[in-house]
């Protein structure tokens, strides 16, 4: 994990969590959010701003280093509404901080 890249900030994770509104998977709110990656570590993914999501505990440690579409399938849960919500949140995000995407919501800089 030290030779991965991992470049999310405490502001861009604060904005992920905002733009889901809950559990990027199942919809849960009001419960505690842990960073999921929807590409797992173990299959080339990284903690950056496009590939985490806001999960809760239960999502979290069921899909593990799972692909994500399969994970959604298997366990009964909407996968066109996962991919249709991922793809807006990034492009909202994306809109929103236009230009170098490094320089997406600096760390303790929120909308």
Same mark, same amino acid.
């Given at each position: %994990? /030290?030779?991965?890249?991992? /470049?999310?900030? =405490?502001?861009?994770?604060?904005?992920?969590?905002? $733009?889901?509104?809950?559990? $990027? !998977?199942?919809?849960?709110?009001? +419960? =505690?959010?842990?960073?999921?990656? +929807?590409?797992?570590?173990?299959?080339?993914?990284? !903690?950056?701003?496009?590939?985490?999501? =806001?999960?809760?505990?239960?999502?979290?440690?069921?899909?593990?280093? /799972?692909? +994500?579409?399969?994970?959604?399938?298997?366990?009964?849960?909407?996968?066109?509404?996962?991919?249709?919500?991922?793809?807006?949140?990034? %492009?909202?995000?994306?809109?929103?901080?236009?230009? /170098?995407?490094?320089?997406?919501? =600096?760390?303790?800089?929120?909308?």
């Amino acid at each position: %994990m /030290d030779a991965v890249e991992h /470049d999310l900030s =405490p502001g861009q994770w604060a904005l992920l969590q905002k $733009a889901w509104n809950g559990c $990027a !998977y199942c919809g849960a709110t009001g +419960v =505690p959010l842990q960073r999921d990656c +929807v590409l797992a570590l173990s299959r080339g993914g990284r !903690y950056t701003l496009e590939n985490i999501v =806001p999960a809760c505990g239960s999502c979290n440690a069921s899909k593990c280093n /799972d692909e +994500v579409t399969g994970w959604l399938r298997r366990k009964r849960l909407d996968e066109r509404a996962f991919l249709v919500r991922h793809a807006e949140v990034r %492009m909202l995000l994306a809109q929103q901080f236009a230009g /170098d995407a490094d320089e997406w919501a =600096p760390a303790g800089r929120e909308a």
